[in-house]
């Protein structure tokens, strides 16, 4: 699928506000949740319906009317309101090992007749689904659109084939869930992204505010030789004692990671240089989306739309995702920065360091 969560899907702060809005504005929807707990919706066909509808790509689908079902306490905190979204679908296609999933806010077209179709609407003003609850208490699920996990305008960016394979089939609409135990719900949404012991505590508790941290790599000969495309030879993501003084007299605690700065240095084998670059970092969900600064920065223009990702790795190394050039293996003023990363230097697992590795 095109990208989801990027190192997760990000959606933009604006986004995060209006549906925070809506979804406080809008009166509870009795219809789905009559004593207004959380409601949950399923349904997994079996062998006999799906061969029957060769069409039909969803084999399991879940509806959950309520709080966020996904997030989890060891991720990251959320800059999305806990009441921001209250629908969540989720569904699993033939064949897959995990299932997808999507979120929006659910609202009466009409509120004030009490006939009125309900809408969960999703950003950039698209539609989840339809919702509808027959005389049996079953949840009928319409107007699902195919491109419902793809990334608008994926049709013309992936091509009608590739489109057709990731999009949902053609006979994936108007479908009929029972209602189900709340804890039904929440462990399908729990298969979405498990758990992994490895990965330990959360970026925001591993690294604090006032203490200095050095992750890094240096890559062999054996490893460049396997990755001819890797500019990288060595890289360190850290922060000193000039960093640390920054978010001393200007960052704010509370709001830690927000407004951190980290200095990322880099050694191609080309150039054998190292340069330097400083991000500002926030905290989003499970990791840390930074961008450039142009403090302590070897470069001179506008960069600040360059970003880079951390997020924790296992067994206590650090995950640097590096999706549109943004480290300094070229210039990030040249036009040739502008495009995305088409080397080996998108992803690095680093190690935890010594301060002195990371020095000037």
């Not at 549906?19 to 009559?34: M, R, V, W, Y």
């Not at 349904?43 to 061969?51: G, M, P, S, T, V």
């Not at 989003?284 to 600040?304: L, V």
Request: hydrophobic share 35%.
């Amino acid at each position: 699928m095109t990208s989801k969560i990027a190192v997760g899907a990000v959606l933009g702060a604006v986004l995060f506000v209006a549906g925070s809005a809506l979804a406080e504005d809008a009166p509870k929807l009795t219809e789905l949740s009559p004593n207004g707990a959380d409601a949950c919706f399923g349904r997994d066909y079996d062998a006999a319906h799906l061969k029957a509808h060769p069409h039909q790509k969803v084999a399991r689908i879940f509806f959950y009317y309520g709080r966020d079902p996904v997030s989890r306490p060891n991720e990251e905190p959320s800059t999305m309101s806990d009441v921001a979204y209250n629908g969540f679908l989720t569904t699993r296609v033939r064949g897959a090992t995990k299932p997808e999933w999507a979120a929006g806010w659910c609202n009466k077209e009409d509120p004030s007749d009490k006939a009125s179709a309900i809408r969960c609407g999703m950003e950039c003003d698209r539609t989840l689904a339809s919702l509808k609850v027959d005389d049996k208490g079953r949840l009928i699920v319409s107007n699902l659109q195919a491109d419902v996990y793809l990334d608008a305008g994926a049709e013309e960016e992936l091509g009608a084939a590739e489109y057709d394979k990731q999009a949902l089939g053609s006979d994936d609409d108007n479908f009929r869930l029972d209602p189900m135990p709340t804890d039904t719900c929440k462990a399908e949404f729990a298969r979405i992204d498990p758990i992994d012991p490895a990965l330990g505590d959360p970026l925001r508790e591993r690294l604090k505010a006032d203490q200095p941290f050095c992750y890094g790599r240096d890559y062999d000969d054996a490893h460049l030789k396997s990755h001819p495309d890797q500019a990288t030879q060595s890289i360190r993501v850290f922060r000193g004692p000039i960093e640390l003084a920054s978010f001393a007299s200007t960052g704010d605690a509370a709001n830690w990671p927000d407004g951190a700065d980290i200095a990322v240095s880099v050694t191609t084998r080309q150039k054998g240089a190292k340069v330097t670059q400083t991000y500002s970092c926030q905290g989003e969900a499970d990791q840390w989306r930074c961008s450039a600064s142009a403090k302590m920065s070897d470069f001179a223009c506008d960069i600040s739309q360059k970003e880079i990702f951390l997020k924790r790795g296992a067994n206590g190394t650090m995950m640097l995702a590096n999706p549109n050039s943004a480290l300094a293996i070229v210039d990030l003023c040249s036009r040739a920065a502008d495009g995305k990363t088409r080397s080996d230097d998108k992803i690095y697992r680093l190690n935890p360091m010594p301060q002195s590795a990371c020095s000037p």
